[in-house]
C-alpha cells in the first residue's frame, strides 16, 4: 500500500528540482494537488501546502480521514471511492465549501458541527450493512442548517426526509434510488425548504404515486426542476388554477352537506306544518256543510206552520157549513 508523502507528491507534481529549499517554496505555491487513484491507504503530513485549496484523492484505498491540520485553506476535498468509515479530524478545515464522500463505508452523518460554512456535500452509494439506512446526527445538520445548499444523498435505503427539514438554505436535493413513498412525509419538508430550485427523486417508490409530480409541482412554488425535468411558470400557474378549483367544489358540497344535515334534523316541526295544510281544506269543507244544514231549518219550519193554519181554516169553514 502507498503512504501519502512529500515524496509522492514530488513525483506527481513533476518537480524537477532537487533542492528542498525551492521544492519547499513550490508546495507553498500550490493551490491545486491530484492524487487520485494512487493506491493510497494513509494520508502522511503535508505541511508544505498550507496555501492548497482543492486536494484530490478520491479512488483510493484510504481508511481514515487524517493529518489535514496543515490545510486550513482548503476549499474543496475530494474523497470519494475509498474505505472510510466515519467522518473526522475535519474542524481545522475552517474554509471547507464542498465534501465528497461518495462511494464510502459511512453509516452516519456526522463530525461535521465544528466545521465553518460547508455549502455541499455529496455522500451518495455508501457501502451500507444489509437492511440498513444512511442516519444523520442532529447536531451535524443544525450545523449545516445556514449553509448547505447542495446535498447529494443518493442511494442510501433512504425511505424519509423529516430530518432534513432543518436545512433551511438547501437549493438542490439528489436522492435518486431510494425508499421514499410518503407524498405527506415529502410535503412536510416541501414547506421548510423555501429555496429550493432542483430536486431529482428518479428511482424512488413515491414517483409512481398517482399526480405525484403534479402534487409536488403544487406544493412548492420555488421548484424550477424536477427529476431532471424543467417546470415551466405555465405548467405550475396551471395546475394551481385546477387545485383552486377543487378546493373549492370540496367547500361547496362540504357546505351543501351540512344544511341537508341540518334540515333533516327538525322533523317534526316539518311534520305539523304538512298536518295542518292538509287539514285546512277538511274544516272548511265541514264548515260549508254545517252552513248548508242549517240555512234551510227556518223555511221547513215556516210552512209547517202555513199547513197547519190552512188544515184549521178548512176544518171551521166545514164546520159552519154543517
Same mark, same amino acid.
Given at each position: 500500500?502507498?503512504?501519502?508523502?512529500?515524496?509522492?507528491?514530488?513525483?506527481?507534481?513533476?518537480?524537477?528540482? $532537487?533542492?528542498?529549499?525551492?521544492?519547499?517554496?513550490?508546495?507553498?505555491?500550490?493551490?491545486?494537488?491530484?492524487?487520485?487513484?494512487?493506491?493510497?491507504?494513509?494520508?502522511?503530513?503535508?505541511?508544505?501546502?498550507?496555501?492548497?485549496?482543492?486536494?484530490?484523492?478520491?479512488?483510493?484505498?484510504? /481508511?481514515?480521514?487524517?493529518?489535514?491540520?496543515?490545510?486550513?485553506?482548503?476549499?474543496?476535498?475530494?474523497?470519494?471511492?475509498?474505505?472510510?468509515?466515519?467522518?473526522?479530524?475535519?474542524?481545522?478545515?475552517?474554509?471547507?465549501?464542498?465534501?465528497?464522500?461518495?462511494?464510502?463505508?459511512?453509516?452516519?452523518?456526522?463530525?461535521?458541527?465544528?466545521?465553518?460554512?460547508?455549502?455541499?456535500?455529496?455522500?451518495?452509494?455508501?457501502?451500507?450493512?444489509?437492511?440498513?439506512?444512511?442516519?444523520?446526527?442532529?447536531?451535524?445538520?443544525?450545523?449545516?442548517?445556514?449553509?448547505?445548499?447542495?446535498?447529494?444523498? /443518493?442511494?442510501?435505503?433512504?425511505?424519509?426526509?423529516?430530518?432534513?427539514?432543518?436545512?433551511?438554505?438547501?437549493?438542490?436535493?439528489?436522492?435518486?434510488?431510494? $425508499?421514499?413513498?410518503?407524498?405527506?412525509?415529502?410535503?412536510?419538508?416541501?414547506?421548510?425548504?423555501?429555496?429550493?430550485?432542483?430536486?431529482?427523486?428518479?428511482?424512488?417508490?413515491?414517483?409512481?404515486?398517482?399526480?405525484?409530480?403534479?402534487?409536488?409541482?403544487?406544493?412548492?412554488?420555488?421548484?424550477?426542476?424536477?427529476?431532471?425535468?424543467?417546470?415551466?411558470?405555465?405548467?405550475?400557474?396551471?395546475?394551481?388554477?385546477?387545485?383552486?378549483?377543487?378546493?373549492?367544489?370540496?367547500?361547496?358540497?362540504?357546505?351543501?352537506?351540512?344544511?341537508?344535515?341540518?334540515?333533516?334534523?327538525?322533523?317534526?316541526?316539518?311534520?305539523?306544518?304538512?298536518?295542518?295544510?292538509?287539514?285546512?281544506?277538511?274544516?272548511?269543507?265541514?264548515?260549508?256543510?254545517?252552513?248548508?244544514?242549517?240555512?234551510?231549518?227556518?223555511?221547513?219550519?215556516?210552512?209547517?206552520?202555513?199547513?197547519?193554519?190552512?188544515?184549521?181554516?178548512?176544518?171551521?169553514?166545514?164546520?159552519?157549513?154543517?
Amino acid at each position: 500500500m502507498v503512504r501519502l508523502t512529500l515524496d509522492l507528491v514530488a513525483k506527481n507534481v513533476g518537480h524537477k528540482s $532537487r533542492n528542498e529549499d525551492n521544492f519547499g517554496q513550490y508546495l507553498q505555491k500550490i493551490t491545486h494537488l491530484n492524487l487520485s487513484d494512487k493506491n493510497i491507504d494513509t494520508i502522511g503530513v503535508l505541511s508544505f501546502c498550507k496555501n492548497l485549496k482543492v486536494l484530490y484523492l478520491y479512488d483510493n484505498q484510504i /481508511s481514515q480521514i487524517q493529518n489535514l491540520d496543515f490545510a486550513s485553506n482548503i476549499t474543496h476535498l475530494y474523497l470519494q471511492n475509498n474505505c472510510i468509515s466515519s467522518i473526522e479530524n475535519l474542524s481545522s478545515l475552517k474554509k471547507l465549501e464542498k465534501l465528497y464522500l461518495g462511494g464510502n463505508y459511512i453509516t452516519v452523518v456526522e463530525g461535521l458541527d465544528k466545521i465553518g460554512e460547508i455549502r455541499e456535500l455529496h455522500i451518495e452509494s455508501q457501502h451500507l450493512p444489509l437492511g440498513e439506512k444512511l442516519l444523520f446526527d442532529p447536531v451535524s445538520l443544525r450545523s449545516l442548517a445556514k449553509s448547505l445548499s447542495v446535498l447529494n444523498i /443518493s442511494n442510501n435505503n433512504i425511505d424519509e426526509l423529516e430530518d432534513l427539514a432543518v436545512l433551511e438554505n438547501l437549493s438542490y436535493l439528489k436522492a435518486v434510488d431510494n $425508499r421514499l413513498q410518503h407524498m405527506k412525509d415529502l410535503k412536510v419538508v416541501l414547506n421548510k425548504w423555501t429555496k429550493l430550485r432542483r430536486m431529482d427523486l428518479r428511482g424512488n417508490p413515491i414517483c409512481q404515486k398517482p399526480k405525484y409530480r403534479d402534487k409536488v409541482v403544487v406544493q412548492s412554488q420555488t421548484l424550477e426542476s424536477l427529476d431532471g425535468k424543467e417546470i415551466k411558470e405555465m405548467e405550475r400557474q396551471f395546475l394551481m388554477n385546477w387545485q383552486a378549483s377543487k378546493t373549492a367544489r370540496k367547500k361547496s358540497k362540504e357546505r351543501m352537506t351540512d344544511e341537508a344535515d341540518s334540515e333533516t334534523s327538525h322533523p317534526t316541526l316539518a311534520f305539523h306544518h304538512s298536518h295542518s295544510v292538509e287539514e285546512k281544506p277538511n274544516f272548511l269543507v265541514l264548515s260549508q256543510k254545517q252552513k248548508i244544514e242549517r240555512k234551510p231549518l227556518p223555511r221547513i219550519r215556516e210552512r209547517k206552520s202555513q199547513m197547519k193554519a190552512q188544515v184549521e181554516e178548512a176544518s171551521k169553514v166545514k164546520a159552519e157549513a154543517s
